[in-house]
């Protein structure tokens, strides 16, 4: 038996599981909101072009309209500056789609400061206890937020000083980018970097230093409480926009139970 029946056979039966990682897309989805005079995203709308009627007596369809960076989402090197001679997301190498991932839970942490920001020392104590990261694979940063991400104000959890979400540090943003092989990382939040990224130096540090390594980040994740710490693989689908800096995503994992 080939290795794809094998693995066909063992779905079926369910010793791998196929753990959905994605928000549903709707309207509702929290999107980012920057500050004046910056522009912004649209939210995700439907717009229906017949429905058994008279527009076409015997179909359903619509037209969509969404930016890039909605729910979801794959951001690609071409998103930042830093990366704006690296590859669009027409462009991203399968073996970066599909490739294996760690799950690091700081929930616990991000419960009691909402403006947690992962360290280098915090990787590396859960590589010394799980392993080393994947080399072309994934990490992916559990902080418990997708539990507020079915309102907008909730999720982003702003206030007169910004919003207040957790992220990574600076050093541990520069770390990944330059000196782990990773391709990228995922997390639950509205985007790669913490609320209070504006503040940081330099500004934005996942987008600013992981884009400019060449590397991707996936955002709005759900379910990574469902992962174990190690052994997933994960299945990244965007749509192939020629020229886009990211696109909405259906993001699998596969888990040996």
């Known amino acids: 038996m080939s290795l794809l029946d094998e693995l ?19 309207s509702s989805t929290p999107v980012l909101r920057l500050p004046e005079p910056f522009a912004n ?23 969509i309209h969404t930016g890039e960076h909605t729910g979801t989402h794959l951001d ?20 970066t ?5 760690v799950v ?14 992962l360290s280098v020392d915090e990787v590396r104590a859960w590589t010394a206890e799980h392993g080393p ?24 959890n702003a206030d007169e000083t910004g919003s207040h979400t957790p992220g990574v540090s600076p050093e541990c943003a520069r770390w990944l980018a330059e000196e782990t092989p990773i391709t990228g990382l995922g997390v639950e ?7 209070q990224a504006p503040g940081l130096d330099p500004m934005f540090p996942c987008h600013e230093l992981l884009l400019g390594a060449g590397k991707h980040g996936l955002t709005q994740l759900r379910n990574l409480a469902s992962l174990p710490p190690t052994g997933v693989l994960l299945l990244v689908s965007p749509l192939p926009i020629v020229g886009g800096s990211g696109s909405p995503a259906r993001v699998l994992a596969l888990v040996e139970r």
């Open 8 to 26: 066909g056979q063992a779905i079926a039966g369910g010793t791998v599981e196929i753990v959905d990682l994605t928000a549903p897309l709707s």
């Open 41 to 63: 995203t649209i939210p995700f709308r439907l717009e229906e072009i017949s429905r058994y009627d008279e527009r076409g007596p015997r179909w359903y369809w619509n037209d």
């Open 76 to 95: 690609v090197p071409v998103h930042w500056l830093s990366g704006k001679d690296g590859h669009d997301v027409s462009r991203v190498p399968l073996k």
């Open 97 to 101: 789609l599909v490739a294996p991932a």
């Open 104 to 117: 690091l839970d700081f929930s616990a942490r991000a419960a009691e400061d909402a403006d947690f920001l």
């Open 133 to 156: 990261l994947p080399d072309g694979g994934w990490l992916l940063y559990r902080t418990g937020w997708d539990a507020r991400s079915g309102d907008q104000e909730d999720f982003l």
């Open 189 to 195: 939040t509205v985007g790669t970097d913490a609320g």
